[in-house]
């Protein structure tokens, strides 16, 4: 079964104090491990899509890296509008490629 | 604005009693997605449908069931509704079946309460 732990579950910073969220996961297979944010009452709303260990993608102060078995999205310099929640979901190769999604973090950015 | 319109945003409801939850997929997608959302279970995956087709089910209760339309909207229909079917049910569309770049495009969600 696929699963996806992500930590910590809430953070809180500082505006332009950086930082990263984990995402660790396990799948057999990886076909490909997205990146989403949900703002509160707000759909997830997709940001990136990683394929293959080493690759990265960049979005304004969002970075996302990915490794064999986590990846990171890295924030550098947040700004208050950077507070949301974020979620990572793994796509498994074969199967329905139903994307499992973990809990998500919960960032915080104060003024 | 994603393109995926879900109605109604809020229900109140009481146990026992059926619900209806419908979504409008962006223009174009043939692929939607049900998702439950609640505070202890994070997204959990309800059932797909692709053109009109069930394609993949997650874990669907049997007192939940689904369809797809010609028109390409679909329906999730809850019923003997349970105090913990208190949830955000969100759809999602995509262009295809196997979602190939990972992008869902997520409506704004249904908040259903069941009192």
């Known amino acids: 079964e696929d699963q996806v732990t992500q930590s910590p579950e809430a953070l809180r910073l500082q505006e332009g104090e950086s930082s990263s969220l984990n995402c660790s996961y396990t799948?057999?297979?990886?076909?490909?491990l997205f990146w989403y944010r949900q703002d509160p009452g707000k759909g997830p709303e997709f940001l990136f899509t990683l394929y293959s260990a080493g690759e990265e993608k960049e979005k304004e102060r969002l970075k996302a890296t990915l490794t064999k078995k986590e990846s990171f999205l890295h924030i550098t310099a947040p700004k208050p509008e950077d507070s949301a929640t974020y979620l990572c979901?793994?796509?498994?190769?074969?199967?329905?490629?139903?994307?499992?999604f973990g809990r998500g973090t919960s960032l915080i950015v104060h003024p | 604005d994603s393109g995926v319109t879900q109605t109604p945003k809020h229900l109140i409801t009481a146990t026992g009693q059926r619900v209806t939850l419908r979504c409008s997929p962006r223009s174009g997608d043939l692929s939607v997605y049900w998702y439950q959302q609640s505070l202890d279970q994070g997204l959990q995956f309800l059932i797909q449908?692709?053109?009109?087709?069930?394609?993949a089910k997650g874990n669907i209760l049997e007192r939940f069931s689904a369809q797809q339309f010609p028109d390409l909207h679909s329906e999730l229909n809850l019923s003997s509704l349970e105090l913990g079917d208190s949830a955000l049910y969100f759809c999602?569309?995509?262009?295809?079946?196997?979602?190939?770049?990972?992008?869902?495009?997520f409506g704004e969600g249904s908040r259903l309460t069941v009192l």
């Open positions: 979901a793994v796509q498994a190769s074969g199967g329905s490629y139903i994307p499992t």
């Open positions: 799948v057999s297979g990886l076909r490909g």
């Open positions: 999602a569309s995509s262009l295809t079946g196997e979602a190939n770049t990972g992008e869902l495009f």
């Open positions: 449908y692709y053109n009109g087709e069930e394609r």
